[in-house]
């Protein structure tokens, strides 16, 4: 058993902060200063590995995926995945799978509006 050396109003900042919507990385970040990171990590209960994983993760879009952004507002959500995959694919001389078109629009929410049939 870990015997913990932090004060509670110490570890209620942190869950204050972990509450307030605040990412691992931006409380550790804002108390890093004042706190050691293994102490900020041990009150929330995440392993430094995992903490310094999502540190270095990079979290930029790549190339297809702002392609298929950028194709799905150009044509004003009204293509979908089958067409997005086959206007990307005349594009670059690589392929691109559709199951991976289909999982970037969904992600983003990027999916064909239906429109309502006139009656």
Not at 2 to 19: L, Q
Not at 31 to 59: F, G
Not at 80 to 95: C, D, E, F, P, V
Request: some cysteine; glycine content about 2%; proline content about 2%.
């Amino acid at each position: 058993m870990k015997i913990r050396f932090y004060s509670i109003a110490t570890k209620y900042k942190i869950i204050e902060m972990k509450a307030a919507g605040y990412t691992v990385k931006e409380i550790v970040d804002q108390l890093k200063h004042k706190y050691s990171i293994k102490m900020i990590l041990d009150v929330l209960e995440i392993p430094q590995s995992t903490y310094y994983r999502w540190k270095h993760k990079n979290n930029e879009k790549d190339k297809v995926t702002q392609k298929v952004i950028e194709l799905c507002e150009d044509n004003n959500f009204t293509y979908g995945y089958r067409k997005i995959t086959a206007l990307i694919n005349q594009m670059y001389s690589a392929s691109i799978n559709h199951k991976r078109v289909q999982r970037i629009m969904r992600e983003y929410n990027l999916n064909c509006r239906v429109r309502p049939k006139k009656i």
